[in-house]
């Protein structure tokens, strides 16, 4: 009987973190771009789309159509957003059930398990950069960026002694 090794667990773990912060980034970013929307939407004197947004549970998936109603978007641009929605939900609710378990059971599974992980991160982190993209569009008017409003934690970051595995960054 094998035993299960901390060293080929894990890698998994960490992927598997990596690719929830992402989606979780992403969910958080379609949350302030409504709420940017609907703050230029009270200085026009509009009602805003979301009053309720503080006060109840949206999805994603509700989150990202109160977007479309105000942000004009291209096939392209839905669809990665979309693909971002679709694999936050499914890493949040659904990863670690039978198949993907089972998988960890043997190197190829685990390798498998790992690209996979990879390329959900990478969807998230594409939806995110869009919604950013979108946020500094409204960010602009007042002179400033999610760069230059994100720059003062990074300056405050300290490095550790740990390397990690190229890929998981």
């Not at 805003?48 to 549970?57: E, V």
């Not at 957003?81 to 939900?89: E, V």
Request: aromatic share 8%; net charge neutral.
């Amino acid at each position: 009987m094998g035993t299960i090794k901390k060293k080929e667990i894990t890698p998994i773990m960490a992927a598997f973190g990596l690719a929830v912060f992402e989606g979780q980034n992403f969910e958080h970013g379609l949350g302030h771009l409504l709420w940017i929307i609907d703050e230029e939407l009270k200085k026009e004197g509009r009602k805003p789309l979301n009053d309720d947004i503080d006060k109840i549970r949206i999805t994603s998936g509700q989150l990202f159509r109160r977007v479309k109603k105000v942000e004009v978007l291209s096939d392209k641009e839905i669809e990665v957003i979309q693909r971002g929605i679709d694999d936050r939900n499914y890493l949040v609710h659904h990863y670690w059930k039978n198949e993907n378990m089972l998988a960890t059971a043997t190197p190829d599974g685990r390798k498998k398990i790992l690209e996979d992980l990879d390329d959900r991160r990478e969807n998230c982190r594409q939806a995110r950069r869009l919604v950013g993209k979108l946020i500094d569009a409204y960010l602009v008017k007042y002179g400033t960026s999610i760069s230059a409003l994100s720059s003062p934690f990074v300056e405050q970051w300290i490095n550790d002694e740990q390397t990690f595995n190229d890929k998981l960054h």
